[in-house]
């Protein structure tokens, strides 16, 4: 008959504060990953602590600032970096013994309290689960009033008003976490309050929406739900161009929504809409086509853009035609929401 007790070897876990799994799984597939915040200046001697118990040796991720318009970063040496160790979790008591003394290592040198050092976290990693380890931190994202970007292995129980898009970006840009693709659905659910999506700039019927460097199709996707009638999604990527059909596909909409590889110009307009989440430097070269691509009275709206790179953008816009109507912003980016001047349907 079962005690109720905690097993020697369960309370041992509990104070360890290990999250080990559950027994059978923990030989030669299980790793404790260890990680320590340490300030710059510490860094060195944190590794050679670290790597006392870690015999495939130490990582370091610096502190960084995304620059060049989000595409690349700068390592930023006055704050704390992280610094990481593996080792064989396939014996819980040579395993528990290590973390012990890097504990143990650890206090030490805090004591002396010249540089601000964390404590160490450890976690357990299986190697079958490392593939996939990213799908984790991807959850279930409601975006505006009811938009609602669902992982394709998550589920979600939706309200009567959401409008929820079931996407594998699969290697292709676009998850709906990104900033950028936030401020260009949360531009899309404004359009479709308004009617535009689901009428078009003309009033005339259901919006036709070309969405060029589409990635994972999101924006199209979510575009063709809000009730747009024809969705073009160009990208210079085969793989985007892959995805976008296949998530149209996953999201019973593949009769509206084509994929195609290429970008602007693109046979086929002019467009009610058109949806540009790119990066400033493209915008600004290719504003001409943008414009070209709209019908007069069509919106454009442009996203990517790194909030230092705002003036270019807009003044490429105006250079070609385009009016701005509206601006957005998250953090660092900025979405510009324009119009091609000029009667609607002429």
């Given at each position: 008959m079962p005690s109720g007790r905690p097993s020697a070897a369960d309370a041992s876990d509990a104070l360890d504060g290990i999250d080990w799994p559950a027994d059978g799984t923990s030989a030669?597939?299980?790793?404790?990953?260890?990680?320590?915040?340490?300030?710059?200046?510490?860094?060195?001697?944190?590794?050679?602590?670290?790597?006392?118990?870690?015999?495939?040796?130490?990582?370091?991720?610096?502190?960084?600032?995304?620059?060049?318009?989000?595409?690349?970063?700068?390592?930023?040496?006055?704050?704390?970096?992280?610094?990481?160790?593996?080792?064989?979790?396939?014996?819980?008591?040579?395993?528990?013994?290590?973390?012990?003394?890097?504990?143990?290592?650890?206090?030490?040198?805090?004591?002396?309290?010249?540089?601000?050092?964390?404590?160490?976290?450890?976690?357990?990693?299986?190697?079958?689960?490392?593939?996939?380890?990213?799908?984790?931190?991807?959850?279930?994202?409601?975006?505006?009033?009811?938009?609602?970007?669902?992982?394709?292995?998550?589920?979600?129980?939706?309200?009567?008003?959401?409008?929820?898009?079931?996407?594998?970006?699969?290697?292709?840009?676009?998850?709906?976490?990104?900033?950028?693709?936030?401020?260009?659905?949360?531009?899309?659910?404004?359009?479709?309050?308004?009617?535009?999506?689901?009428?078009?700039?003309?009033?005339?019927?259901?919006?036709?929406?070309?969405?060029?460097?589409?990635?994972?199709?999101?924006?199209?996707?979510?575009?063709?739900?809000?009730?747009?009638?024809e969705v073009l999604g160009v990208d210079t990527d085969p793989i985007a161009v892959e995805a976008t059909a296949a998530n149209a596909r996953r999201n019973r909409v593949a009769r509206r929504v084509r994929a195609r590889r290429g970008s602007v110009p693109t046979p086929g307009g002019p467009w009610d809409l058109v949806l540009a989440n790119l990066i400033a430097s493209v915008l600004v070269a290719i504003a001409p086509d943008l414009r070209d691509a709209l019908r007069p009275g069509g919106r454009l709206l442009a996203s990517g853009i790194f909030v230092d790179r705002e003036g270019d953008v807009a003044a490429a816009f105006a250079e070609a035609g385009l009016s701005i109507v509206a601006r957005t912003g998250e953090g660092d980016w900025v979405a510009l929401d324009a119009v091609r001047p000029g009667p609607a349907g002429s």
């Open positions: 030669d597939g299980a790793w404790l990953e260890l990680s320590v915040v340490a300030d710059p200046e510490a860094v060195e001697v944190v590794c050679e602590i670290l790597s006392r118990v870690a015999p495939g040796g130490t990582s370091v991720e610096p502190a960084f600032e995304l620059v060049d318009e989000g595409l690349d970063a700068r390592i930023d040496p006055t704050r704390p970096a992280i610094v990481r160790a593996h080792l064989p979790a396939r014996d819980r008591r040579a395993a528990r013994e290590a973390v012990r003394r890097v504990r143990t290592d650890l206090g030490h040198l805090q004591a002396f309290g010249l540089r601000p050092i964390g404590d160490v976290d450890v976690r357990v990693v299986l190697e079958s689960d490392w593939a996939n380890a990213w799908k984790r931190h991807v959850g279930v994202m409601r975006i505006g009033r009811r938009l609602v970007i669902r992982p394709s292995w998550r589920r979600h129980r939706a309200a009567p008003d959401d409008v929820v898009i079931a996407l594998d970006p699969g290697m292709a840009f676009g998850t709906g976490l990104h900033p950028t693709t936030r401020l260009c659905l949360a531009g899309l659910e404004s359009w479709a309050d308004t009617g535009l999506v689901a009428h078009g700039a003309a009033r005339d019927g259901s919006a036709r929406v070309l969405d060029v460097g589409s990635g994972s199709g999101i924006l199209a996707i979510c575009a063709a739900l809000l009730g747009a009638g």
